[in-house]
């Protein structure tokens, strides 16, 4: 993982394994984000929160900070809405934002740190590059070693 930024939220933390909801820069399908939250709450678990975005291959972006743009206003209160319903449910709540060169990568990767009981793979269909959710979705389903939702 390249790079991340954190909000935690919520309630004493659960023993247990979480539930990881993830995205790749695109707000979350409806579905995905009721059934993660969902799964927390009936499982007792934490909920992590990740958006997982491409930070471009440029050294002196990141040098001068320019790799921080901000997300458009509408797309912000999406990415805190699931967090913002499961938190109030009592369900203890980690937010991330994941930069990397290589998106795909990092999902991998933070999804082997945590060790989630269930990645919900949540990305909304209409708003995400068919390329990009294919190849998501095809290293998910070879590579992670959890139960994997995505909204097909």
Known sequence: MEAASRVTEGVDAPTGRPVLLATMGVPFDPDAAAFAVDAAVEGGQALIVANVVELPPLAMSVRMGYDQLPEAHEDAEAFRAPAALAHSLGVRVERLRV??????????????????????????????????????????????????????
């Open 99 to 152: 930069r990397s060169p290589r998106p795909v990568e990092a999902l991998l990767e933070l999804t082997a740190e945590r060790a989630p009981s269930v990645l919900v793979f949540g990305p909304d269909r209409d708003r995400i590059k068919r390329g990009i959710y294919r190849k998501a979705a095809k290293a998910i389903r070879e590579r992670v070693a959890c139960l994997v939702w995505l909204p097909e």
